[in-house]
């Protein structure tokens, strides 16, 4: 998954700055949205984390928050800012979480699977460290259904830039995708950002032997 870092390091500094100016409103009804399924006692993994937005915005409703992302530019950002006690930053892959077997309630992984090489092998360690009927929480931009000219000059201007988007899911693919690597989705939800968003929460199918 470091295929991509540099640009995530680089642009940890305004990180915040971006999020605030075009996905703020949909970054509130999210954290509405997580504030209805997850309880008191858990405890949760955030991955892709970035700076830490979404891990201090849940804090307050559940036990504990693992933040992680494999940038550390951007957990050096998140360390800098003000955290309650129940939530701890650190450096991770996602395709290689080195966190014990089915140890996490919910596990959230917000607009990153898209800009994953790999989101499966991203999903496969998920697996492994949620829980039996476990809750994902992976909102991400789906945007394949937009094929006209303006968003393929934005597309090719993202990429120059360095911000690489290995997967362009139309919502309905997005959910099938999911549902194709071991969760059963539940709640879906359309999201007005700066590209269509899908809030998407899973529970964690148990495999039969």
């Not at 933040?67 to 129940?86: C, G, L, Q, R, V």
């Not at 099938?176 to 590209?195: D, H, P, Q, T």
């Amino acid at each position: 998954m470091g295929d991509n870092k540099k640009i995530w390091n680089r642009y940890s500094a305004l990180y915040d700055f971006e999020i605030n100016r075009f996905n703020k409103a949909a970054y509130e009804e999210m954290y509405n949205l997580m504030s209805e399924v997850l309880k008191a006692d858990m405890r949760v993994l955030e991955v892709a984390t970035g700076t830490g937005l979404i891990a201090l915005g849940i804090a307050k409703f559940v036990r504990q928050i693992e933040a992680t992302d494999f940038s550390p530019k951007m957990i050096e950002t998140a360390n800098k800012k003000i955290a309650p006690s129940n939530v701890k930053f650190s450096i991770e892959d996602a395709t290689a979480l080195t966190f014990a077997n089915d140890s996490f309630d919910a596990v959230i992984i917000s607009n990153a699977l898209h800009i994953m090489p790999d989101p499966k092998a991203a999903l496969v360690s998920i697996r492994r460290v949620l829980k039996p009927d476990g809750l994902l929480i992976a909102p991400t931009f789906a945007h394949g259904h937009l094929k006209n000219a303006t968003w393929n000059l934005n597309a090719k201007i993202l990429k120059l830039i360095g911000f690489e988007t290995y997967s362009e899911w139309t919502p309905e693919e997005y959910v099938g995708f999911i549902e194709k690597n071991g969760f059963s989705v539940g709640r879906r939800k359309v999201l007005r950002a700066a590209f269509p968003l899908v809030y998407l929460e899973a529970t964690k199918v148990c495999q039969s032997l």
